[in-house]
């Protein structure tokens, strides 16, 4: 008996490792709950508008580019590339950062972000423009933020200025927001109101039907940006789940409905059909589903080439971009 207990313990904890992994599922999520962590903030002390996980259709490339976040103000767009990392950082004469002491004690050596970061903005420039919206020269800037704070940079005055350091990134603040030199500097000082709105306009009305990474809201307060797959599970559940597509669908809620007993519990989806309207979709217009809360959400992470399953017992929310 005891070697058939010992066993079984040893085949979950196998298989939990093969398809739950908590630590690297904490590594990714820290990650983008960082990002989201930003985006939170910059709207706080810079009003506008902040788009997070826009993936950018690059005609060069024939692929869709990641852009972390673009902060749209009333007079200029910025790309924004948020950097989780830790440890001691510093910049080599090529831009690369070398980072001692940060995860698991390993050295890591990243390509330059700076770099990355205004890679991605004539990118964005060109699909604003085959969309009807020609900004100016200057009004798009990129910036990286360090927003771990366990970032401890060394020789900070090697930093280039558009890398904003976590101590940088700490001290900003609302009421002094239009005190950190060469950032949101205002591309149109001697330019004309109007057209300030009109470009405002155009680039928040394109920003926000621009394509998007799915979001997957975990319990625990956990985020992943990424691709929806398919759901698994039980035929009949399955089957009850096939018309949450992302051309029907923009977004589903998990809600949990009855115990009785872990192989029969229920979980309520309610999903919201996709409307293309700026009034939004009203209460009345979300639908709902009942299927075993061991049915399965299949996920592929931004960034990761392996998709992983979660359960939908421990998902929250689900949006699906179009």
Not at 141 to 163: G, H, L, R, T
Not at 202 to 220: C, H, I, M, W, Y
Not at 253 to 270: D, R
Request: hydrophobic share 35%.
């Amino acid at each position: 008996m005891w070697v058939q207990l010992i066993c079984g313990l040893v085949v979950y904890r196998v298989v939990k490792r093969f398809f739950y992994d908590d630590d690297l599922l904490d590594t990714e999520t820290s990650d983008f709950n960082a990002l989201f962590s930003v985006a939170q903030r910059l709207e706080k002390i810079y009003g506008g508008k902040v788009y997070v996980g826009l993936q950018i259709p690059d005609a060069d490339s024939g692929s869709r580019q990641s852009i972390d976040i673009v902060l749209v103000t009333q007079r200029e767009a910025v790309v924004i590339f948020v950097k989780n990392v830790s440890g001691f950082v510093a910049v080599d004469k090529d831009g690369r950062w070398v980072c001692t002491g940060g995860h698991k004690h390993k050295t890591q050596h990243i390509s330059d972000p700076v770099a990355e970061a205004a890679r991605l903005v004539p990118i964005l420039e060109s699909y604003l423009e085959q969309r009807g919206v020609a900004l100016p020269e200057g009004y798009l800037s990129s910036k990286v933020i360090c927003s771990n704070p366990n970032f401890s940079a060394i020789n900070s005055a090697s930093f280039p200025p558009e890398i904003i350091t976590y101590d940088q990134w700490m001290q900003l603040k609302p009421e002094y927001k239009n005190m950190l030199s060469g950032w949101i500097k205002g591309a149109f000082r001697s330019g004309k109101k109007e057209m300030q709105e009109s470009i405002n306009e155009k680039l928040n009305f394109v920003l926000n039907t621009a394509p998007t990474s799915d979001r997957l809201e975990l319990k625990g307060n956990k985020c992943l940006l990424g691709e929806f797959l398919e759901f698994k599970g039980n035929r009949e559940d399955v089957q009850e789940m096939r018309s949450i597509r992302r051309s029907k669908v923009s977004r589903l809620e998990i809600q949990k409905t009855s115990m009785f007993g872990l192989a029969h519990s229920k979980l309520k989806v309610l999903y919201c059909p996709r409307v293309y309207r700026e009034e939004g979709v009203s209460a009345s217009e979300w639908k709902e589903v009942t299927v075993r809360s061991s049915t399965e959400v299949k996920f592929q992470t931004q960034g990761s080439t392996k998709p992983r399953k979660y359960k939908l017992s421990s998902v929250i929310s689900m949006s699906l971009s179009a």
